[in-house]
C-alpha cells in the first residue's frame, strides 16, 4: 500500500489517504546518560557571560552541545500518502496531514533510516568508532548506540542541521581516503558552532539513502520555516477565526477579552482596552484581522524576553531542541531532567503544531514557558508533598495559630467560628493549611462553655459550635493532624461537657488513645495521625501511669477530685492570658481550678507543662510533654542558651505564643523562632503583613499541608547549632538577582485618577540574623505596565536552609513611605534558579494576576578568601 502511495497509485483508501502507526520505543530516561567518550564529543564553550545578557556568538557552540537523557514516549509514525493525480514526483510525496501536527515526508529512505544503520563515527585519525544511528520515529531526532538494541542516546535534531555534505567535501575525511572510502563517507554540518559530524556507511547505497533522507528532512523543516514566516502568526490566525464566531472577520472588545482568556493570555483590563482602541486602526470599535495580530503583539510584547529569545536561537526565529535543551540546562539549571523536561515543555506551551511537530520553540512558545508555572521562581518539585512524613511530630514547623477564634483585636474584637474557617474575608486558620488552633474556653450559661479571650470585651461564641466547625473544616486542606490547643477555664461541670463535646462530635476523627494501644517511645508521625485531631492541655498524670492503673480497681470520684487538687496545687498553671494591662487586676489571685479525669483522658501525646529550665526538662519531663513560650520567654532563651533550646526541640514539642501587649492582634517575627527548632510558632492569621507573608512563605511548599520538615541539623539530637551564632559546615552561598522588568502592576490608589505608579522593587532576605538583609532598585517613573530595572543584587547567605526570600514591589513616594504594590515570599530550597517569573500577591495573599516580576537568579558558592 505504502509503495502503490508513492508510486502515485489509487488506493482504496479513504480521504485523507492516510494511516498511523504507534510504536512504544524500548529505552527510558535512566538508561540513557550520555557518558565517557561520548561527553567528549559535546563540550561546552567555556564563555562566561553576564545572566541576561548572552552573547548572540553563544547561540551556537554549547547550546546544541548535548541532550542527556532519552525522551521515553509513545511516538507516531507521521501520516503517509499522496492524493491521486496530484503530480507530485515519487521521490517526494507530498505530506497530507491526517491531523494537525502530522505530514512528515514518507519515502524509501526514511523508512530505512528509521530501521536503523551501523555506521562509523570519525572523530580523528585515531578516533573511529562503530555506531548504531537510527532515525526516530518522530522524524525529528535522531538517536545512536553502541550497537542495535544498545542503549540509546540523543544524538541531533533535524532543526540543527544545516547541510549534510558528500565525503570528499570533508577535509577530516579526505585525509583518511587511504583507510576509509570517500563515496561511502558523507558529513552532518549543524547550525552555529556545533562540530561537524563525520560518518562512514558500510556502503554507497547507505550513505545515499542517509544524505538523500537527511536532505529531504531538512528540505521539508525550512519549508514549514518559509512558510510560518509568510503566514505568520499562523496559529494566531487559527484563533481568531475560532473566536469570530458569526464569521465576520471582525471582534469587539468583549470577544477580544473572551478569546484571551482562552488562549490565557494574562491582562490588564484597562491597558488592554488603549492598545485595542490603539490597533483599531479603521475606529470601528472592533478589530479585523491584521488588526488583531498587531493588538495581540503589543499586548505581549516584551523586548527583554525578545532579546533572551535571540541570544539563544541561531536564526532569531525558533528554540531548536537542542537550544533549548541547552538553555534549560545551562540557565534554568534544570540538570539531567533537561532533555525531558524540553519535549514536554515544547508539548505544553509551543502554540504552533507545525512547533511541536518539530520540536521546535516560538518566542510566542518561550513566552509561554517563562510565564507560566514551570517558568515560575516557586519549584513545582516542591508543590506536592515531597518531603518525608514519616518522622516524629517533633521533627516539624507546624503551622499554628494564636487565639484563632478572633477576627479583631485582642481585646475587643470580635470572636467567630469564621477564625477557624474564615479570617477577614480571606480563608481561615483551617482552610490556610493551619494544624494548630487554639480554643480559649470559659464557663458560659446554661451549662454551655463558651470561647472568647477572658477578661476583655470580645464577643462570645459557645464551645459546641466551635467543635462543630472544626469537625467540618479540619481536614478540607489537609488530611494531616489537626492540634487543638485548649486554654481551659472551666469548672469541673463544665470540664465534663467539654470532654463530652468532643467526644460526640468529633467521634472516630478525635485521638483519645495511643495508636497502637501500648505504651509509646516517640511520638508519632504526620502520617500515622492523618485524618486524626489530637487534645494539647493539662493532663492528671503520665502516660506510664495510665497504663499501669488500666487494670486496677477504678477510685472513687471524690477520692479522683481529693488527688486532682493535689496534684493540681504543684502543677496545674495555665498559659498565662495576654491581656491588656488595663484589663488586669493586680489583686487578684489565680484561681486554680480542678481538672476533670475525663477531659484529662483526653490529652494523650501533648500533655502541656510548665517550663523551668532545660535542664529540668531533661530530667523531669518525658517526650509526649510540651511546654509554651511567650515570645519574650523564648527570645531570652535563644539569646542566653540558643543551642540548648535547639536541642530541647529536637526530643520535645515548644508553642510560641505572642506577647499580650499586642493588643491590636499584631504579629512578632516567627524566623527567629524557627530559627531554634521551635515547631508550634503561633501566629495572629488575622493580621495580615510581613510577619504573616514569612508564615505563608513557609508552608506554602509541601502541598500547604501545614507541616514542614525541619532541617536536619535541628532535628540532631547532638547538634551543636546555635541560632545566634551560626557556623555552618558548608561554604556561604551568593545570590546573584537581577531585577529585570515588571508586567502589568496594579494602581496602588484605583480610585486616583491618572494615578500611575513608580515602582521599585526590594528584595529581603529573613534567615538566621547575619544573614537577614535587604536591597532594591530604583524606582522607574511612571510605568505599571512594563517597567524596566535590569539591576543585579547580591546577598552572602551562610544558613540557606533557614533562609526565607521575600520580593516586594513598592509605589515610590518622596514625599512619604513607599507605598506597598505586592509581595511574594518563599523558602530558599523552593527557589528555581534562572530566568523565572515571581507572581505577585496582595498584603492579604491573594493572587493580584497577572502581575508579576520577571527575574534572573544564581547561586554559587562563596570563593576562597572572599570579603564577607
Not at 35 to 41: K, P, Q, T, V
Not at 225 to 240: C, Y
Not at 592 to 619: G, M, N, T
Request: proline share 5%; glycine share 6%; hydrophobic share 35%.
Amino acid at each position: 500500500e505504502l509503495d502503490g502511495l508513492n508510486r502515485g497509485e489509487s488506493s482504496h483508501l479513504s480521504p485523507p489517504y492516510s494511516f498511523h502507526l504507534a510504536v512504544t520505543l524500548p529505552v527510558t530516561a535512566a538508561n540513557c546518560s550520555r557518558r565517557g567518550e561520548e561527553a567528549s564529543e559535546c563540550k561546552r564553550s567555556k564563555g562566561e557571560k553576564e545572566p541576561g545578557r548572552a552573547s548572540s556568538s553563544h547561540s551556537g557552540e554549547s547550546r546544541r552541545a548535548q541532550t542527556q537523557d532519552c525522551y521515553s514516549a509513545t511516538v507516531t509514525l507521521a501520516s503517509v500518502g499522496k492524493a491521486v493525480g496530484d503530480g507530485v514526483p515519487a521521490a517526494r510525496p507530498y505530506p497530507v496531514p491526517a491531523s494537525p501536527g502530522s505530514g512528515l515526508p514518507i519515502n524509501q529512505d526514511l523508512l530505512l533510516m528509521q530501521k536503523g544503520t551501523m555506521m562509523r563515527k570519525v572523530r580523528s585519525k585515531s578516533w573511529k568508532k562503530l555506531r548504531y544511528f537510527r532515525l526516530q520515529d518522530d522524524g525529528m531526532t535522531v538517536w545512536h548506540a553502541r550497537q542495535a538494541g544498545g542503549r540509546a542516546k540523543p544524538s541531533f535534531s533535524i532543526s540543527d542541521v544545516d547541510t549534510v555534505r558528500e565525503g570528499h567535501e570533508s577535509e577530516l575525511l579526505r585525509n583518511l581516503a587511504e583507510e576509509l572510502p570517500l563515496e561511502q563517507g558523507f558529513t552532518i554540518v549543524f547550525h552555529g558552532r556545533r562540530s561537524n559530524l563525520d560518518l562512514v556507511a558500510n556502503s554507497v547505497e547507505e550513505a545515499q539513502v542517509w544524505m538523500q533522507g537527511l536532505r529531504l528532512l531538512v528540505d521539508f523543516v525550512t519549508s514549514m520555516d518559509q512558510q510560518e514566516r509568510l503566514d505568520q502568526p499562523g496559529w494566531l490566525s487559527d484563533w481568531f477565526q475560532r473566536g469570530d464566531k458569526n464569521q465576520d472577520g471582525r471582534m469587539s472588545f468583549r470577544e477580544v477579552q473572551r478569546l484571551l482568556h482562552l488562549m490565557n493570555v494574562e491582562m490588564d483590563q484597562e491597558h488592554a482596552f488603549q492598545l485595542f482602541q490603539t490597533a483599531d486602526a479603521s475606529q470601528s470599535g472592533t478589530l479585523e484581522g491584521e488588526e488583531f495580530v498587531n493588538f495581540y503583539k503589543s499586548l505581549t510584547q516584551r523586548a527583554e524576553v525578545q532579546e533572551l529569545f535571540e541570544n539563544f536561537s541561531s536564526d532569531g526565529q525558533k528554540l531548536t531542541l537542542l537550544e533549548f535543551v541547552d538553555f534549560l540546562q545551562e540557565w534554568q539549571k534544570e540538570g539531567e531532567r533537561a532533555s525531558d523536561l524540553a519535549l514536554e515543555l515544547i508539548d505544553r506551551h509551543e502554540p504552533s503544531d507545525s512547533g511541536k511537530l518539530r520540536h521546535v520553540l516560538s518566542m510566542d512558545g518561550f513566552l509561554s514557558y517563562l510565564c507560566s508555572k514551570d517558568g515560575d521562581i516557586f519549584n513545582p518539585i516542591c508543590l506536592p508533598i515531597y518531603q518525608d512524613m514519616t518522622q516524629p511530630l517533633n521533627h516539624y514547623y507546624i503551622n499554628s495559630s494564636h487565639n484563632t477564634y478572633l477576627v479583631g483585636d485582642q481585646f475587643c474584637g470580635q470572636s467567630s467560628m469564621e477564625g477557624y474557617i474564615r479570617c477577614s474575608g480571606e480563608e481561615g486558620a483551617l482552610k490556610r493549611g493551619c494544624r494548630c488552633v487554639e480554643v480559649d474556653i470559659w464557663d458560659g450559661p446554661s451549662g454551655e462553655p463558651i470561647v472568647y479571650h477572658g477578661h476583655t470585651l470580645t464577643s462570645r461564641i459557645p464551645f459546641k459550635d466551635v467543635v462543630t466547625a472544626i469537625a467540618q473544616y479540619a481536614f478540607q486542606t489537609s488530611d494531616y493532624p489537626v492540634i487543638l490547643s485548649l486554654e481551659n477555664h472551666c469548672s469541673w461541670e463544665q470540664q465534663e461537657v467539654i470532654a463530652h463535646h468532643l467526644t460526640e462530635i468529633l467521634g472516630e476523627q478525635l485521638l483519645s488513645t495511643t495508636l497502637d494501644g501500648q505504651l509509646p517511645t516517640q511520638l508519632p508521625s504526620p502520617e500515622e495521625l492523618r485524618g486524626k485531631i489530637l487534645v494539647k492541655g493539662k493532663k492528671l498524670k503520665t502516660l506510664e501511669e495510665d497504663f499501669e492503673e488500666e487494670e486496677e480497681e477504678p477510685e472513687s470520684e471524690l477520692e479522683g477530685e481529693q488527688e486532682a487538687e493535689l496534684e493540681l496545687e504543684a502543677q496545674f498553671e495555665s498559659e498565662p492570658q495576654e491581656l491588656s494591662p488595663r484589663s488586669k487586676d493586680k489583686n487578684e489571685k489565680k484561681s486554680k481550678p480542678i481538672l476533670c479525669p475525663s477531659l484529662s483522658a483526653l490529652v494523650v501525646y501533648l500533655k502541656a507543662v510548665s517550663f523551668y529550665s532545660f535542664a529540668h526538662s531533661r530530667e523531669h519531663y518525658r517526650f509526649y510533654e510540651m511546654s509554651s513560650f511567650s515570645e519574650a520567654k523564648a527570645k531570652s532563651l535563644i539569646k542566653e542558651a540558643g543551642n540548648e533550646f535547639v536541642q530541647h526541640n529536637t526530643w520535645q514539642l515548644s508553642r510560641v505564643y505572642p506577647s499580650g501587649l499586642r493588643t491590636d492582634s499584631s504579629n512578632y517575627n516567627p524566623q527567629e523562632f524557627w530559627n531554634a527548632g521551635c515547631q508550634m510558632v503561633a501566629m495572629n492569621m488575622q493580621t495580615a503583613g510581613l510577619e504573616m507573608d514569612l508564615c505563608d512563605g513557609l508552608f506554602r511548599q509541601n502541598a500547604g499541608c501545614g507541616y514542614v520538615l525541619k532541617p536536619d541539623f535541628l532535628r540532631d539530637a547532638q547538634s551543636s547549632f546555635h541560632p545566634e551564632k551560626p557556623i555552618s559546615p558548608f561554604k556561604a552561598q551568593v545570590l546573584l538577582i537581577k531585577v529585570i522588568s515588571g508586567q502589568q502592576l496594579p494602581k496602588v490608589d484605583k480610585n486616583k485618577e491618572g494615578s500611575i505608579v513608580d515602582p521599585l522593587v526590594r528584595v529581603e532576605i529573613f534567615g538566621v540574623r547575619p544573614d537577614t538583609a535587604r536591597q532594591e532598585t530604583s524606582y522607574v517613573e511612571n510605568n505599571g505596565f512594563n517597567p524596566y530595572w535590569g539591576q543585579t543584587l547580591c546577598f552572602r547567605v551562610l544558613v540557606p536552609e533557614l533562609a526565607l526570600l521575600r520580593f516586594v514591589v513598592k509605589d515610590y513616594d518622596w514625599k512619604s513611605r513607599n507605598d506597598f504594590i505586592g509581595q511574594y515570599t518563599l523558602p530558599w530550597n523552593c527557589m528555581q534558579q534562572g530566568y523565572r517569573h515571581i507572581h505577585l500577591l496582595s498584603k492579604d495573599g491573594i493572587s493580584l494576576h497577572p502581575a508579576s516580576i520577571f527575574v534572573h537568579i544564581c547561586t554559587q558558592e562563596e570563593l576562597e578568601g572572599a570579603d564577607s
